[in-house]
């Protein structure tokens, strides 16, 4: 039986509230065949055991982080599936911790490391012959802080950041990391539909099958 084609690994980053969990929702959608990786499935079972401040948080993130990745990303009997992760890590004195084929959802700023946590999903990409593709959100100010006050995301039951006033504070000294090596794809979600953007991201997809 000829070996299944690896499918590409999808990074997305983002502010929070710009959409990333919505948008990969309408992806597994249209296309079944796609794990999400939420930034919650990365940080909760972590935080469960040490808080943010403790020493040891990030290294525990790292050790879980790279556990996922090699359960996902290298195990040859999800190489056809479509992955997706995020996550979130601000550039801020206030340490907010959070990381389709197979996705990654994520807020990475542009510090050391926001580019190092990336860098390990590019890397895991690589070393296990997916295409990488990294994906960056956008919305304006305005309508990314009515989003994160939303009561449906507040009532989630998740850990979603819902402070807006703390979001329009990281947006104002955080930079969104942007891979400056690889070609990536940057969409506007402030009037899009969700719908819309999934269907960006997946022509996206099968763009790069054809190159790869």
Known sequence: MKPAKPTPLVWINGFPGSGKLTVT???AQLNPDTLILD??????PVEAKFPPLHPDYLKERHLYRQAILKKHVYDEATIDKLVIFTGMYLKSQVQCMAGVAYAILDFQSDNELGRDVATEYK????ESGRPFLPVYLV????ANLERVSTLERIDSGTKKLTNAQLVKHLRGKCDLFRFDDCP????????APPLEIASKILDFVENSRSSF
Do not use: M, S, Y
């Open 39 to 44: 930034n919650h499935t990365l940080i909760d």
């Open 184 to 191: 990536g794809l940057e969409l506007d979600t402030t009037n």
């Open 139 to 142: 919305c304006d100010v305005d």
């Open 25 to 27: 929702k309408f992806i």
């Open 123 to 126: 890397d895991a990409a690589h």
